[in-house]
């Protein structure tokens, strides 16, 4: 069938590109692969464009049953043609050919075929399609049990899925923007684009985002006329003004794939996808949150197939597709076509094939009689009409060759071709007016699903809202930006909407051929077919939501955006149930699918979060410091020297050096509070459970903070200043906590009390300087006029004073190392000078810096508590506080803390271990059980919390928690471990281990 | 404190003062601040003291005010930060105490918080990539106040002028981590070189 000698002409390199129409830009070709070979294309095609032009519609191979599968839409709902993209690091699977645009030097290869995609060794999985029907996993690979992890589900796994990803890793960037606007429009099409101009021209703000890299959607997909021009110029009239108002932001290439609370929209930009690779520093995805006062919906709508058999061949394509191939980028699909419909809409690719110069062969309508539509268009253009038909079957492998019509009488005729354009009808693309819950409302007269209940401030425009024709969809698009820039306040304005044809959106429903041959597709890209849905009704499976799961059908990349309403009409009509009577699964974000680069966007590897430096950490590098994250904070944890294997060794020397002369440890990022007012100390005695009234000035305390149930909230240190200024420490995990809470005692339980509270973490770089040369050390940096002996400055003061010639300073003489020991604070512009400072000043006591090892270690030595014991699970008794507990005063924990179970004396209590066999290390972790019984849970005595090798005492110790554990001093029970295969014998003692009449502190 | 042998040090390792098509950033760090929180009753008596002493009314919603070499910006009900340039070794928690003893707890924050300056037509397009609120110059504005956070790190903002130049507090020790997503954010939004 030779094409009519008075067709348009075509590009001689690209046997089915047009010589002239659409928005490829012919001044410019360019070349890209597809499975190794070199072809040409035009900036402005997909790859599916592309590939359709240089006669291509194979794309790929099927899921389950490897069948060929070819292009069969021109937009996201792409099912079939996934490719993989790109090669090296930025190789990318699943790939909508539909979607992904051309550029030089592109690289594109089918998936899910080996070793071609001409000859598939697979495709023997489709002569063995009876064990693979719906749930064949569940039913036929169950026994033996043992076989499903090591043989079937790695062999059904190579031979189904897509694709592959990229196995290093990516070298993109990808950043993450919001955005605020009185009025978001979904969709750049007709309906709105004016709707952003109704919007735009009350001067609201608005944001307008378009999937597609150019605005138009369906105008330029039909070629329509707007206003007697073509709707191309209209498009492009309106984009210009858009363009020149401030307060209009237009996204291309950008896909809402969410709704959420509060008028929240996230949106995928395809910033650099159409580039060989992105710009130096600039993002290849942008992922959006729009924050909008109003949004108009104007998503569009998606053509469904008609099922039948065979339906899945390569050159069985929509409708709609082959409108948009031939008008947007100038492609003819198809030479020879079947147009096989149910409706007015799909009868119209008649005229655009016959316009570029394709042979229609017949235009099979499943209705019997002809619309008026289908009549004006069957005598204009002359070509055979065949009502009341419906195509059964088409044949041919891996491009259609024919298909067979079974005729309004019954009779079959066979009908050759090359293209079969099907247009069952059109889905709404409603998807975001149900992520919020909202549920679909059945329409008989457009027999489509069309939102119901919207989430809030959002309205409709155009097909998305049941208005196919162009002109509803202009008129409509311009009442919905118009009553959303009304509901936000602005004037009214008079909108006059463009002259567009009124087109008739009559339908007939037709879901699937009766009496088909051949395998009849519902949802390609899951391989599910009618079949599948009969099985699924027969074994129960009615229910849509169990349909789809049972099925898989719709889980796939497209959302099932071409099958999930032909699926629940056909077991609508199994089950001799309405649609609606048969319901519809919602749909959940996302739309289409979204790159976790862009959902990380800037926050990956080292910026997963951000990091806090404290004051001396430059210095601490210098000096070689190990360091270790805690919370978000960066800490030295040791600083090895020349000759030292390893960590153990490293603290082993700092515990030695700051026990026999002197240690320096940034202690800056514990938690500090600024707590002022007349009621300062009343406040601090409500969140305390020891007594501060008795606090001097000039002193600090070790004080305990519980929670309301009374378990142990947070620890640190109380300083006074003055009659009405305290200065508190927390530890740093808590830091954020304990402040919130003081925030919430001060303004919501005792509003009463005048007090003033304020952070003061960061203001302060705070130096621990301990060991018995500490004094001696710091008279090299504090003032003069201060004087800082044991008897001037004993233990537990604190005071302001000045260093190194007049800097303000804090001293407070506190000891977590059991040592003499001061912190002394400067203002952080000062930290890394005085860190330096005291380092030079140390050199002739022998002094060492010392980091978070050390530091745990030595208050293990001490038994002072610390995270592993404040474990939000443990009361003061528990740990041994129970005397700090004040009994004259009330205080935040302390009814419930006085709860029969809180002081039950067989809850585990603090205590000291060491290990009988000296040569043996401990691990936190381990359970006690007593000598001679079994161990068992009935027998679980406690456990280890917190373990270290001491230095002091050569060999491993430890802190637990053990039933009655301060009357079993002198007792050796097991530490049991089974996790790590460990039981050991440790005596238990004391929990110090170090200085036990504490007379170190004290100088 | 010309004498002291300490020298101050920079809580930015790599961001310098940079001028680029559209948008200059810089870090300020040569400022005294302090927080005050009014005493209770003593609001009024706050205010006035402070409007005797530096002639501005202290903002009771999120704004900034400037006074006589002074800025102040509002932190939260009854609570302010006040900010001035160091010269000639000024003190704010020193000078404020003396000024409003008995009516507000005053504590320094001159070290507790730096100060990066971003300034320029691209000003809200960068600052969008990190900061959730909506800078617009209807709803912003000059003066404008917020606590809020820009890049997963707490900032206190406010607008200067309406270049717009934009200024942005944040603790001390996320210095390097916000550089590093301003430099980024920064030059994904001004033209890349062809």
């Known amino acids: ?1003 | 404190m010309a004498d002291s042998t300490l020298q101050p040090t920079s809580a930015f390792s790599h961001l310098e003062p940079t001028s680029l098509p559209g948008i200059a950033i810089e870090p300020r760090e040569n400022f005294t601040m302090a927080s005050f929180a009014a005493g209770k009753g003593r609001l009024e008596a706050l205010a006035a003291a402070i409007r005797e002493a530096y002639g501005v009314e202290l903002p009771r919603r999120p704004q900034r005010v400037v006074g006589n070499g002074i800025v102040f910006v509002w932190l939260g009900p009854d609570q302010w930060l006040a900010i001035a340039e160091r010269t000639n070794n000024r003190d704010l928690e020193v000078e404020l105490k003396q000024r409003v003893a008995g009516l507000a707890s005053v504590v320094d924050q001159s070290d507790g918080r730096v100060i990066v300056r971003v300034s320029g037509p691209l000003a809200r397009e960068v600052l969008a990539k990190g900061v959730p609120i909506d800078l617009h110059a209807d709803t912003f504005g000059v003066n404008a106040v917020a606590i809020t956070h820009a890049s997963h790190i707490g900032v206190i903002m406010w607008q200067v002028d309406a270049a717009p130049t934009f200024e942005l507090a944040m603790f001390r020790s996320y210095a390097d981590s916000f550089a590093h997503w301003l430099l980024e954010a920064v030059a994904s939004t001004v033209p890349a070189a062809a």
């Open chain 1, 1 to 1003: 069938m030779a094409r009519p000698a008075n067709s348009p002409s075509r590009d001689p390199l690209q046997p089915q590109r047009l010589s002239n129409g659409g928005l490829v830009d012919r001044s410019r070709t360019i070349e890209f692969t597809f499975d190794g070979r070199t072809y040409k294309g035009h900036p402005g095609d997909t790859v599916a464009s592309a590939l359709l032009a240089n006669g291509i519609v194979l794309a790929g191979r099927s899921f389950k049953y490897h069948r060929p599968r070819g292009i069969i839409s021109a937009g996201s709902e792409e099912p079939n043609a996934l490719l993989e993209l790109r090669t090296g690091a930025r190789r990318e699977p699943n790939t909508k050919a539909t979607v992904a645009e051309l550029f030089d030097g592109l690289e594109a290869t089918s998936q899910n075929r080996w070793p071609s995609l001409d000859f598939d060794v697979m495709s023997v999985n489709s002569l063995l399609s009876p064990i693979f029907v719906a749930g064949f996993y569940y039913k036929t690979f169950m026994w033996p049990a043992k076989f499903w992890e090591k043989l079937y589900e790695p062999a059904i796994r190579r031979a189904a899925g897509l694709g592959r990803a990229a196995d290093v890793a990516d070298p993109d960037l990808y950043e993450k923007v919001t955005a605020h606007t009185d009025v978001l429009v979904i969709g750049g099409g007709p309906a709105g684009l004016m709707a952003a101009l109704a919007a735009a021209r009350s001067g609201k703000r608005v944001v307008i985002v378009d999937e597609q890299a150019a605005l138009g959607g369906r105008a330029i997909d039909d070629a329509a006329t707007i206003d007697g021009r073509p709707a191309r110029d209209w498009v492009r009239a309106a984009e210009e003004e858009l363009a020149a108002r401030p307060d209009v932001t237009i996204l291309r290439r950008t896909a809402v794939f969410g709704t959420y609370d509060g008028g929240t929209y996230a949106a995928i930009e395809r910033v650099a996808d159409h580039l060989p690779q992105p710009k130096d520093h600039h993002p290849r995805q942008r992922l959006w949150r729009i924050v909008a006062k109003r949004a108009v919906l104007a998503s569009g709508a998606t053509e469904r197939p008609i099922v039948f058999g065979d339906n899945d061949r390569p050159g069985v394509m929509l409708a709609g597709a082959v409108r948009s191939y031939i008008n947007r980028y100038g492609v003819v699909p198809g030479d020879n076509v079947v147009v096989f419909t149910n409706n007015d809409y799909g009868a119209t690719t008649v005229t655009d094939l016959i316009r570029s110069g394709a042979n229609v062969v017949a235009l099979v309508d499943s209705r019997p009689k002809p619309s008026e539509t289908v009549s004006r268009i069957a005598s204009a253009t002359g070509i055979k009409l065949l009502n009341g038909a419906v195509v059964t079957r088409a044949f041919g492998k891996k491009r259609v060759s024919g298909v067979t019509v079974r005729t309004q009488t019954g009779a079959e005729v066979k009908l050759l071709c090359d293209l079969v354009a099907v247009s069952g009808g059109w889905n709404p693309n409603i998807q975001l007016t149900t992520h919020l819950g909202g549920k679909p409302a059945w329409n008989d007269r457009l027999q489509c699903f069309l939102p119901g209940a919207l989430p809030p401030s959002m309205s409709l425009g155009g097909s998305v809202a049941g208005d196919f024709s162009l002109h509803k969809a202009l008129s409509g698009g311009a009442a919905a930006g118009a009553s959303a820039v009304a509901l936000e306040g602005a004037k009214p304005i008079t909108i006059v909407v463009p002259q567009a044809a009124d087109e008739s959106d009559a339908i007939t429903p037709l879901w699937r051929v009766e009496d088909h041959a051949g395998k009849a597709f519902v949802d390609f890209q899951n391989d599910v077919s009618d079949k599948d849905i009969e099985l699924a009704e027969r074994e129960g499976f009615r229910a849509v939501e169990h349909l789809k799961r049972y099925t898989t059908l719709g889980m796939a990349t497209d959302q099932g955006r071409t099958a999930n309403v032909n699926a629940l009409a056909i077991m609508a009509e199994i089950t001799s149930r309405t649609i609606p009577q048969t319901g519809i699964t919602i749909a959940r974000p996302p739309y289409v699918p979204v790159a976790l680069g862009a959902l990380a966007g800037h926050h990956r590897g080292k910026s997963f979060k951000p990091t806090r430096l404290p004051p001396s950490y430059k210095w601490a590098k210098e000096q070689g410091g190990v360091c270790v994250e805690t919370g978000l904070w960066l800490r030295p944890s040791y600083f090895p020297r020349k000759g030292e294997k390893d960590w153990l060794d490293t603290a082993k020397r700092e515990v030695n050096t700051v026990r026999s002369a002197v240690g320096i440890c940034d202690v800056s990022t514990l938690g500090k509070v600024d707590v002022q007012g007349t009621d300062a100390g009343i406040f601090l005695d409500r969140i305390y459970m020891n007594n501060l009234k008795s606090l001097p000035i000039g002193k600090a305390r070790y004080g305990g903070m519980l929670r309301e149930d009374g378990v142990l909230f947070d620890d640190g240190t109380i300083a006074r200043f003055g009659d009405h200024h305290y200065f508190i420490t927390t530890t740093t995990a808590n830091a954020v906590r304990a402040l919130q809470h003081m925030e919430y005692c001060s303004q919501w339980l005792w509003p009463e009390l005048d007090v003033q509270i304020i952070s003061a973490t960061e203001q302060w770089a705070q130096y621990a300087v301990a060991g018995p040369k500490s004094r001696e050390l710091l008279q090299k940096i504090v003032d003069p006029a201060f004087d800082i002996s044991d008897a001037g400055f004993p233990y537990l003061q604190v005071g302001e004073i000045t260093v190194c010639g007049g800097i303000k300073a804090r001293l407070f003489r506190l000891s977590f190392s059991g040592e003499r020991a001061y912190e002394i604070g400067v203002p952080a512009r000062y930290g890394d000078a005085l860190m330096r400072k005291l380092w030079e000043a140390g050199r002739e006591f022998g002094a060492c810096a010392y980091g978070t090892e050390a530091l745990g270690v030595m208050r293990i030595e001490k038994g002072h508590i610390s995270g592993p014991e404040l474990n939000g699970n443990t009361t003061p008794h528990d740990v041994g506080l129970g005397g700090m507990v004040s009994k004259t005063k009330d205080f935040i924990g302390r009814v419930l803390g006085a709860r029969p179970g809180m002081l039950d004396p067989n809850r585990p209590s603090l205590v000291g271990f060491r290990p009988v066999d000296r040569s043996a290390r401990l691990r936190s972790g381990a359970h006690f059980i007593a000598q001679g019984v079994e161990a068992t849970a009935e027998n679980d005595d406690g456990y280890m919390t917190s373990v270290a090798y001491s230095p002091s005492n050569g060999h491993w110790i430890g802190l637990g928690f053990l039933k009655h554990g301060p009357s079993r001093i002198g007792e050796i029970v097991r530490a049991y471990d089974p996790v790590r295969g460990g039981d050991t014998l440790v005596e238990v003692v004391k929990p110090v281990f170090v200085d036990q009449e504490g007379v170190r502190v004290r100088g």
